[in-house]
């Protein structure tokens, strides 16, 4: 490993950039939070005084060095600056999950022996308590919201801003010392500790350099020209690389702001405020606001819903080719600016679209319908391809070279390559430095050169240069004749309707593919309703007749397409079910970033699986399920097996009969 | 146990008898609500619950007893003169406006407060516009206290119930009562509303010392947060205490529960 350990130029550290943006554009905003219904602002300078006082409130309760603080909550300016304060005072921040249940934060406190915790509120903090047998190191706990925890025994809990306080108070004794780690600190040290989701098995601890983040996210920052002008909305959770690589790393690197909702449930409506000017949001969060604008506009008036029409076909035919930089006629461009003045520019509005300069999707294969509404409107949404381990970017796609089906070229310092088994490599600045405590996973991951395998199979399509993935490289398969079996490749293809929310396929060393799905209860809930199809629970409208033809309907559709392409279309799904409750995290189906966990579900539902495959028409199945509250409880159903139409194999002309 | 009780009692109920026509609806009952306590009012239907709660509140004028508060004998009274004094109160079905939002209807709880004409309002000018702005600040405090932000613009007639009764809690919170009256705040709530709704009101006594008085049906939910409770029956009174002791009273097992004795 020869490459150069430092961040180019400029400032190498969080901190030291913090410093250098509270000097550069001190009164610049940093961030914003909505808080009692108006949106507040702190600046730059105002962020770097708090930071400090903070990091030597710190220094003061005698945090150790290189000690692991937990970071546990929602997306809040505070809980932003205590990780830089946390660097500053020699600790390493790990950001959580917040909604992960006590069990699973156990594992990672326990892991990383974090000492402190920093956390949001009561919720946490009863967390944090009802595992304490199993988190000895943990010794202190900081809360920003003191609701509900004035009687809470104080002996190990403190309040956040009181420990500010203390900092400002005590800042003669221990300034000397503060200063000392911010200047000692170099590129080279461990900047943050990430936990990834983990598809399969523990949690790893993914440990990030500051070169690594600072290299990426300002080589990232430049090749979309982000600017102090810039800003964000903030509502992913702070535990994911994302949010970390866009809301520290590049808003540090840059100066922009990051703004945070005041609440999951208020971030569409905050977002409409705000109007973020660079924008990420997983697929799904396309899907869901395609969905919606779709039913809104169903309910419409006749002459709103032939204007929608009318337009949307335009800009569909004319927007992305704009959008791309490529000649348009003029009397499209006249078209295409009606439609901005009466469709597309009010609806960019209501979604709080309407300033996104740069607008990212990744994380899942994105449906091209769904891309190309948003590109047709103007929205320069783009994807890219990442992973923790490589402080987020491997490909992006540059401005007017972007295509559904790639995830783009290697982003900027990315080297990148094919293993003999189709399997992606990649080497870059963002390389993490290793798994906490976990040597073996390491060289595993990472060669001796610095080679990381990303565990997803694809290759660069010759014609753009641009990478294509196809799936996970452990999931792809051969059906027992030989043929290759792809189930993420044909999950998607399910997932693009909007009817179904989650699919699992299974086939892998058997003759025939078959799926288990799951419905979209927005959109299957809305259809029942304007069909007067009365249900009362979500396991009845799943096991609806009609919802099954529906279904049936879609997976022949699939099929139809797969039978095109040669290579995939033994991957035809013959049999399917829908399933009786939604997969959840909760249960340990997907992962908290909602990726299916395809051996979990194989185990649980086994019996649902033999079903599908001994040609029943009917099966009985009894899950365990987890609630919110971390109860358990039971629910059983008997699902019905539908048979879907499948296509014959590709000469083109009988496909499309 | 909560250990909130201090003696001095904020108001005192003696020998209240309360007589509509020939029908006795509430006999010679006395009782005490310590400050910033949290005291429920229980019994089976038609024992004289929700009579005892319009006495305290003034709505009904007793023909026998006496009401004490903070230790002056309260004279009849008008309800909007009894809010002044302090108290304010939810409804057991639920009395919002349904076409305004969220926001509105608990700014309506701030109407005790202010203190600017109908005209200065009208005009919205000066002290009316500085008011208004200081009374939303307080309203805002308390949607995010109830964590209700996101239905803040919401007209309350298109929310769930659940989140209806979390408004009414809101616009009770929002005349800074010393003493909130709740009736049933959790009637035909599901198990998980009926959490939440017990978590809020053990908020509220909690950060803001709100003495407390509630009549509930759920027994589960009265024992779980309440530290006294008093027990009617046939409009008198057959048990008051902690909750241990009315739990394991024979006379409220009988009334109550309807459980014989072996």
Redesign the interface.
């Known amino acids: 490993m020869t490459t150069a350990a430092h961040a180019g130029d400029g400032p190498d550290t969080l901190a030291k950039l913090l410093a250098h943006n509270a000097a550069v554009h001190g009164d610049r905003p940093a961030y914003r939070e909505k808080e009692f219904g108006i949106w507040q602002t702190d600046t730059w300078a105002g962020s770097a005084e708090k930071v400090r006082a903070l990091g030597l409130g710190l220094l003061a309760t005698g945090l150790r060095r290189h000690a692991h603080v937990a970071i546990i909550g929602s997306n809040r300016p505070d809980l932003y600056r205590a990780m830089v304060a946390v660097q500053c005072a020699g600790g390493i921040p790990v950001p959580l999950y917040q909604d992960a249940v006590a069990e699973e934060m156990a594992y990672v406190l326990g892991h990383c022996g974090a000492e402190l915790a920093i956390v949001e509120d009561q919720e946490q903090v009863d967390k944090l308590l009802s595992i304490s047998d199993q988190t000895p190191a943990l010794q202190g706990i900081l809360y920003l919201d003191p609701r509900g925890l004035r009687k809470y025994d104080h002996s190990r809990l403190r309040a956040f801003h009181e420990v500010e306080e203390l900092g400002r108070q005590h800042a003669a004794e221990h300034a000397a010392v503060l200063d000392a780690i911010i200047s000692g600190t170099t590129g080279r040290d461990t900047c943050v500790m990430l936990y990834t989701s983990g598809t399969t098995g523990k949690p790893k601890g993914v440990v990030l350099s500051h070169d690594n983040i600072i290299r990426t996210a300002r080589a990232s920052a430049e090749f979309d020209h982000l600017g102090p002008r810039d800003s964000v909305l903030a509502y992913l959770p702070m535990a994911w690389v994302g949010d970390f690589i866009f809301s520290m790393g590049q808003a540090y690197c840059t100066g922009f702001c990051v703004c945070c909702p005041e609440s999951a449930e208020t971030m569409q409506a905050d977002m409409r405020e705000i109007g973020p000017s660079y924008f990420f949001a997983p697929p799904r969060f396309f899907e869901g606001l395609l969905t919606s604008v779709t039913i809104r506009m169903e309910d419409a008036g006749a002459l709103k819903k032939r204007l929608f029409r009318h337009y949307m076909a335009v800009a569909r035919r004319v927007g992305p080719a704009l959008l791309d930089g490529r000649p348009v006629s003029l009397a499209d461009r006249l078209r295409y600016r009606l439609g901005a003045l009466l469709v597309y520019e009010p609806l960019k509005n209501a979604l709080g679209l309407s300033r996104v300069r740069v607008g990212y999707t990744a994380g899942e294969a994105i449906g091209p319908e769904i891309f190309d509404f948003y590109r047709a409107l103007g929205i320069n949404l783009k994807q890219l391809y990442g992973q923790t381990e490589a402080s987020v970017f491997i490909t992006q796609q540059p401005d007017g070279e972007v295509h559904a089906d790639t995830v783009g070229v290697p982003s900027p310092g990315v080297e990148l390559r094919i293993g003999e088994n189709g399997e992606v490599y990649y080497r870059s600045p963002g390389t993490f430095v290793e798994y906490y405590h976990n040597p073996q996973s390491t060289a595993d991951t990472k060669d001796a050169h610095g080679w990381v395998a990303t565990g997803d199979a694809g290759f660069i399509e010759p014609e753009t240069g641009h990478l294509r993935i196809i799936d996970r490289a452990k999931d792809v398969g051969k059906m027992a004749e030989g043929s290759l079996f792809a189930p993420k490749y044909v999950e998607n293809k399910l997932k693009f309707f909007p009817d179904i929310l989650e699919a699992v396929v299974f086939g892998n060393g058997r003759a025939e593919c078959t799926a288990f799905l799951n419905i979209d209860l927005g959109a299957v809930g809305n259809w029942a309703e304007r069909n007067n199809i009365a249900y009362a629970s979500y396991q009845e409208l799943a096991g609806h007749p009609r919802v099954l033809e529906t279904l049936a309907a879609h997976v022949a559709e699939v099929n139809r397409s797969l039978a095109a392409d040669p290579m995939l279309s033994a991957c035809q799904v013959h049999r399917f079910l829908v399933l009786h409750k939604e997969l959840d995290a909760d249960d340990g189906e997907l992962t908290r970033t909602r990726k299916v966990r395809r051996r979990i579900i194989e185990e649980r539902y086994a019996v649902l699986i033999e079903g599908l495959y001994s040609g029943a028409h009917r099966v009985f199945v009894e899950t365990a399920v987890t609630y919110e509250d971390g109860r358990q409880g039971t629910i059983s159903a008997t699902l019905e097996i539908r048979e879907a139409k499948t296509f014959p194999v590709a000469s083109p002309g009988r496909a499309a009969a | 146990m909560?250990d909130t009780a201090t003696v001095e009692p904020m108001l005192d109920i003696r020998n209240i008898t309360l007589r509509f026509g020939g029908v006795v609806a509430i006999r010679d009952i006395s009782f005490d609500i310590r400050q910033g306590e949290i005291r429920a009012i229980i019994g089976p239907n038609g024992a004289g619950k929700s009579s005892m709660l319009n006495v305290i509140n003034g709505f009904y004028h007793p023909q026998e007893g006496e009401i004490w508060f903070r230790g002056k004998r309260r004279g009849p009274m008008r309800p909007h003169e009894i809010a002044r004094q302090g108290l304010a109160r939810t409804f057991q079905n639920i009395a919002l406006f349904k076409g305004m939002t969220t926001l509105d209807n608990i700014m309506t709880g701030r109407m005790t407060r202010m203190r600017s004409s109908m005209l200065e309002q009208a005009l919205w000018w000066g002290r009316a516009e500085r008011e208004e702005n200081a009374h939303?600040?307080k309203v805002?405090?308390i949607?995010?206290?109830l964590?209700i932000?996101?239905i803040?613009k919401t007209p309350v007639g298109r929310l769930p119930y659940g989140l209806q009764k979390r408004v009414e809690l809101g616009r009770a919170l929002a005349a800074e009562p010393e003493l909130l009256l709740l009736d049933e705040p959790m009637a035909g709530m599901n198990v998980?509303e009926k959490?939440d709704m017990s978590?809020f009101i053990?908020?509220v006594n909690?950060?803001f010392g709100t003495t407390i008085a509630l009549i509930e049906h759920d027994m589960g939910v009265v024992m779980d947060i309440s530290d006294r409770v008093v027990v009617l029956d046939y409009g008198r009174k057959i048990g008051d205490g902690t909750p241990d002791e009315v739990r394991n009273n024979p006379d409220v097992i009988d009334a109550y529960l309807g459980v014989s004795h072996d």
């Open positions: 909560r939303r600040e805002e405090r949607i995010d206290f964590e932000q996101s803040r998980e959490e978590r053990l908020d909690d950060e």
